[in-house]
């Protein structure tokens, strides 16, 4: 039986397209959104398992609900953990984000937990989601070549390394946490702060200059533009609860006679 194993996301960032592919997170951790998110046209979801209480289990299940709409999915670890890495890959994803990588040595190590022997240390199960129970006879083989490897750095320090981050054989793109960054900055919950923001476009410039794909969230459409004219070629736009809880409270304001409830500053990303 032949089975399509193709990474979608990976092609994505390699077509020539009207705009680079924009996404959104997920916070709600359940299948339902998770499916309604993916029929509004985001090319890429981000399913969070560090923010938000996913475990593998319950992972499976939201991948199953991505897998009946035309998104993507990427999974963002808990952590930068080997077993993890293993268990989440199984379990079927394609596309793995890591957080907090601050030096190539950790970049390495991630990129060693999801690739098979010999390129890296992936336990070997011929029969789980990921290989269509064992229907896709090629998976082994192939694993390799489509599995993505997304490092996301979150400080000054990281980003700073970022071009020998990249240079790590199978990191596959890098992606910016601009919350954390400012935090670590010293300004946190600003991300639209000046010093912030130049070091997210120094971040840009250096991935474009070693052609590596860099990715970033934006909290709105305005931030999100300001990104992609940075130089990012992926970008998640807030997240699905930060979505529904803001066009809830525009539309109670409207009908109390309210100001629509905006932050005086772009606080969070999602």
């Given at each position: 039986m032949t089975?399509?194993?193709?990474?979608r996301?990976?092609?994505?960032?390699?077509?020539?397209?009207?705009?680079?592919?924009?996404?959104?997170?997920?916070?709600s951790?359940?299948?339902?959104?998770?499916?309604a998110?993916g029929?509004?046209?985001?090319d890429f979801v981000?399913?969070?398992?560090?923010?938000?209480?996913?475990?593998?289990?319950?992972?499976?299940?939201?991948l199953?609900?991505?897998?009946?709409?035309p998104?993507e999915?990427l999974?963002?670890l808990?952590?930068?953990?080997?077993?993890?890495?293993?268990?989440?890959?199984d379990a079927?994803?394609?596309?793995?984000?890591?957080p907090?990588?601050?030096?190539?040595?950790?970049?390495a190590?991630?990129?060693s937990a999801?690739?098979?022997p010999?390129?890296?240390?992936?336990?070997?199960?011929a029969?789980?989601?990921a290989?269509?129970y064992?229907?896709a006879?090629d998976?082994l083989k192939?694993?390799?070549?489509?599995?993505m490897?997304?490092?996301?750095?979150e400080?000054?320090e990281?980003?700073?390394?970022?071009?020998?981050?990249a240079?790590?054989?199978?990191v596959?793109?890098i992606f910016?946490?601009p919350?954390?960054l400012?935090a670590?900055?010293?300004?946190?919950?600003?991300i639209?702060?000046?010093d912030?923001?130049a070091?997210?476009e120094?971040?840009?410039?250096?991935?474009?200059a070693?052609?590596t794909?860099i990715?970033i969230?934006?909290?709105?459409p305005a931030?999100?533009?300001?990104f992609?004219?940075?130089g990012?070629?992926?970008?998640a736009?807030?997240?699905?609860?930060a979505?529904m809880?803001?066009r809830?409270?525009?539309w109670l304001?409207?009908?109390r006679?309210?100001?629509?409830?905006?932050?005086?500053?772009?606080?969070s990303?999602?």
């Amino acid at each position: 039986m032949t089975i399509d194993l193709t990474n979608r996301f990976r092609r994505m960032l390699t077509e020539d397209r009207p705009m680079p592919p924009l996404g959104t997170w997920l916070m709600s951790a359940a299948p339902g959104p998770t499916e309604a998110i993916g029929h509004c046209g985001f090319d890429f979801v981000v399913v969070d398992m560090e923010h938000v209480p996913v475990e593998v289990g319950q992972l499976s299940d939201i991948l199953r609900a991505v897998g009946c709409t035309p998104t993507e999915p990427l999974v963002r670890l808990p952590w930068n953990d080997k077993v993890t890495i293993k268990k989440v890959l199984d379990a079927g994803a394609q596309t793995l984000m890591v957080p907090f990588v601050e030096t190539a040595e950790e970049a390495a190590a991630a990129v060693s937990a999801a690739k098979y022997p010999p390129v890296g240390i992936r336990g070997v199960a011929a029969v789980h989601r990921a290989s269509r129970y064992g229907s896709a006879t090629d998976y082994l083989k192939r694993a390799n070549d489509e599995v993505m490897v997304i490092v996301q750095l979150e400080t000054p320090e990281a980003v700073s390394r970022l071009r020998e981050i990249a240079a790590v054989p199978g990191v596959d793109a890098i992606f910016v946490g601009p919350g954390d960054l400012s935090a670590a900055m010293g300004h946190l919950g600003d991300i639209g702060h000046a010093d912030v923001q130049a070091l997210l476009e120094r971040a840009a410039s250096d991935a474009r200059a070693v052609g590596t794909p860099i990715g970033i969230v934006g909290p709105n459409p305005a931030m999100v533009r300001r990104f992609l004219d940075y130089g990012y070629d992926f970008s998640a736009m807030a997240s699905d609860i930060a979505m529904m809880t803001g066009r809830a409270r525009d539309w109670l304001g409207e009908l109390r006679g309210e100001a629509a409830s905006q932050p005086a500053k772009v606080t969070s990303a999602y």
